[in-house]
């Protein structure tokens, strides 16, 4: 099972500054992309070497994926949209526009970024090449234990002026096996009787009662 575990940073004005160029680069970077792909109507073998921008290689790369995702799903809904269309005269039919990414964001994939003790580091671009930098981070005991898992993406955006760190964490899951077996039967004056394979019932509900709770129909005019 998957989760995402919520860590708010406390970076620094310069930090803050840096964050926040970043988020609205990779974003910048991700919407052109998408937008090549569309012009070409599909998408290309873009290499990370051919995104022009002031983000690390890690995260050019990654932008270079969430591009073909969104592409994806633009493709799909522009299918579905032809579909639909075809039932609909001019004036109803449905226009698929290119999607933009407008909310500031940037993602680093599980092996470019850390977990300290009260920190997070993750490589940003300053004075001209990629730099892995540590920034402080309020994680709470149940944060920390649960990131002691196996860890996936770190997406960073920013919510109501804080940046907002949001980790993928695997969270196994105890499977458990029995060979008991309950059977259940729907009714009006009981709403629900269960039977297990040991003999054993349980009633559930009163159906009178539900019945004085039903809404009253409304009278015929």
Same mark, same amino acid.
């Given at each position: ?7 708010? =940073? ?8 840096? !964050?926040?160029?970043? =988020? ?19 998408? $290309? ?10 983000? @690390?290689?890690?995260? %050019?790369?990654?932008?270079?994926? +969430?591009? %073909? ?19 609909? *005269?001019?004036?109803?039919?449905? &226009?698929?526009?290119? @999607? ?6 940037? !993602? ?9 003790? $009260? ?12 730099? %892995?930098?540590?920034? +402080? #981070? ?15 993406? &770190?997406? !960073? ?13 695997? !969270? *196994? ?12 039967? =729907?009714?009006?004056?009981? @709403? ?18 539900? %019945?004085?709770?039903?809404? &009253? #129909?409304?009278?015929?005019?």
């Amino acid at each position: 099972m998957q989760i995402t575990v919520q860590v708010k =940073l406390k970076p620094d004005a310069q930090q803050s500054q840096l !964050i926040d160029e970043t =988020l609205q680069s990779y974003i910048g970077v991700v919407n052109g992309i998408v937008s090549d792909f569309a012009a070409m109507g599909k998408p $290309d073998k873009r290499r990370t070497a051919e995104v022009v921008a002031a983000l @690390p290689s890690a995260l %050019k790369n990654q932008c270079i994926q +969430d591009a %073909k995702s969104v592409f994806k799903k633009y493709t799909k809904d522009v299918k579905s949209a032809e579909r639909a269309n075809q039932k609909k *005269p001019v004036a109803k039919q449905k &226009l698929v526009k290119v @999607p933009l990414l407008k909310k500031p964001v940037a !993602i680093w994939n599980n092996q470019n970024y850390s977990i300290g003790e $009260d920190a997070i580091s993750f490589p940003l671009w300053k004075e001209g090449k990629s730099k %892995k930098l540590s920034f +402080d #981070a309020i994680i709470p005991e149940r944060q920390k234990a649960l990131l002691q898992n196996k860890r996936g993406t &770190l997406r !960073i955006t920013r919510k109501n002026g804080k940046f907002i760190a949001q980790i993928a964490v695997d !969270i *196994p899951c105890e499977s458990s096996y029995g060979s008991s077996v309950m059977g259940v039967d =729907l009714g009006l004056k009981i @709403p629900a009787v269960a039977v297990t394979d040991r003999g054993k019932v349980q009633f559930f509900g009163n159906g009178r009662e539900n %019945k004085y709770k039903k809404p &009253l #129909a409304k009278p015929r005019s």
